[in-house]
């Protein structure tokens, strides 16, 4: 069948072939790097984003706790201690008015770890 063909015509479909074949290896390669980049994206969203936040929140309630600290053991015998745990009551305030609102804390288990503390907090 192929004897009848001319040499041109056998190496044009050798290369049509051989193009194919690289397309649809390109074509494979581009896939998976594009499942590669989803799975990147849904592990910094789900892992890095949420442990930053977390950091945050631990950062600002480290830094409450040694402000307390600070006012309990320097101020509370020169009569000031009130006026610096005012301050400290704001602050901690307006952390859970801003975590009330952050979409980090939508996670029902999130939430309901975060609306114990203030339930706590406010019974202080």
């Not at 479909?13 to 980049?37: D, P």
């Not at 890095?48 to 053991?73: C, G, Q, R, W």
Request: zero cysteines; glycine letters at 4%.
């Amino acid at each position: 069948m192929f004897k009848n063909v001319k040499i041109s015509t056998k190496l044009m479909g050798i290369s049509i072939a051989s193009v194919l074949g690289l397309v649809m290896l390109s074509a494979t390669g581009i896939k998976g790097s594009l499942t590669g980049i989803e799975a990147l994206e849904t592990i910094y969203e789900k892992n890095v984003i949420p442990e930053n936040e977390v950091k945050e929140a631990k950062e600002k309630f480290d830094t409450i706790l040694d402000d307390l600290i600070y006012v309990t053991s320097e101020f509370l015998p020169t009569g000031q201690a009130r006026e610096r745990v005012y301050t400290l009551r704001k602050e901690v305030d307006s952390f859970f008015e801003e975590a009330s609102n952050d979409e980090f804390y939508n996670d029902p288990y999130l939430k309901k770890n975060l609306n114990e503390a203030y339930d706590r907090y406010k019974k202080i």
